[in-house]
């Protein structure tokens, strides 16, 4: 590969692109339901509670985790739990899950969790479960470790909607909120001689290493009528082929992505989903993204065609998405796939293809409302803008040291060789075979400790972007 291209970076500076207002879709409820990043979390507006089915209307009860004061499973404020993992068979649905900061790794250090009923966890909470710190001084962190035959599952995954009531049918409403986690899967995925430089997506038994989780930090499933939040979390380091902090609503339900932080990912920083297909006003699944930072969005592999956005909207839904901060992705900002969305006060910087990308067509920030076929007329504020990014120097450094490399120069790379056995295949009329080439880039997701990325969370740009947590 001759000509393969080197992208320079600043090591404390990074482009960043902006833009203000407010969403005509749902305008009302985003006023009531989106109010900063209090300590006490902001959650999606009443569930559905009409549309509530027998087995997800318990009542419920509060839990308590703490890897240093945990033992058993009582999980009481007094006798907490070790790990959230060890409780998991014992949780009902409108359960409460208090967990204190602290590295967990799942029962067993399987390094992934799943709950199939809906719940609310939220972290970062002091030994007394009083006083919360989750980007400080209680952060809670899940993570896991690269051994051979661990699971490589989304670290936190939250599916509801295939539990079923008595009579069959598919059980319905509720409310699920993931509410101040750190997930980090940067101890989960395996990396080129361990240099933690490059990821590698395939297994090595004979030296006991598990490939790179293919998944998310928290993917969340959830049920026809289920109202969805996502809070104050921070997903790094994590090499997915969708989203890194991905949600699935159905059926007139709200999500609320709001204050995360997402960084050094692969796929999409932020993934909002429909299970719904219909056209039916009253049951489109309605999302509000507000004030979330994605930063260093990768491919999927050093040759993908696919993935590097900040943000990926699905089809068969709106959204309001606004005061967020969407840079540096490998493709773009925004990757709508076709739903009506209102998009006002966002900063797009440093993003290789497009700001906005709707379907196929690709477009800079400047010129949205030209060019969009689904974006409402109204969005305003969208624009870019020169911000520092306080990202440590070391990874600063790895990353702008990086070769991006494409799949045509792979391509134009590959030579069919005058071998034997091509010879034979041109007589016959057969298709020659390439000889082969190297598809890895020496620098690739490059693992980024928890504090050195931190401080690029913590203060936000002209009120764009997410904050610590008061």
Known sequence: MNTLKKTGLG?????????????????????????GSSDKPTTATSANSSNTSTNFANKGREWYVSKTNGSGQLGTKEKPARDLGNIIHHLKANDVIYIAGGTYLSKGGRGSDEINVPVKIYGGYDETFTKRDPWGATKTIFTGTNEYMKLTSARLYIRTDQQRESNGQLSTGSEIVVEGIVFDNGPRNRYHKELGLAIRRQASPNSGHNPSPESGGVVIVASKYTNVTVKNC???????????????IFHAATGIVQNNFCINNTGYGIHIRSGYTGSDPKLVPNFIVSNNTSLFNWKHDAVASYGGNALCVDKYLTATIQNNVLGFGHAGGVYNKGSKIIMNNNLFTGNSKYDYKEINDMMKVEYLLDESTYLDQNSEGNKAMLISIP???????????????TREEVDASVHASNSGANQVRSMLGLNVQAGGTSMDAEIFLPIIKIEEALPAGKLPWDGKGCQKPA
């Open 391 to 405: 990202v440590a120097e070391r990874w600063a450094e790895i990353y702008a040291s990086r070769v991006e490399i």
């Open 11 to 35: 090591i404390l500076a990074l482009f960043l692109m902006a833009n203000i207002g407010y969403g005509q879709f749902s305008l009302n409820k985003l006023k009531d339901a989106v109010s």
């Open 234 to 248: 921070v997903v790094m380091n994590t090499a997915p082929t969708e989203g890194a902090l991905s949600i699935r």
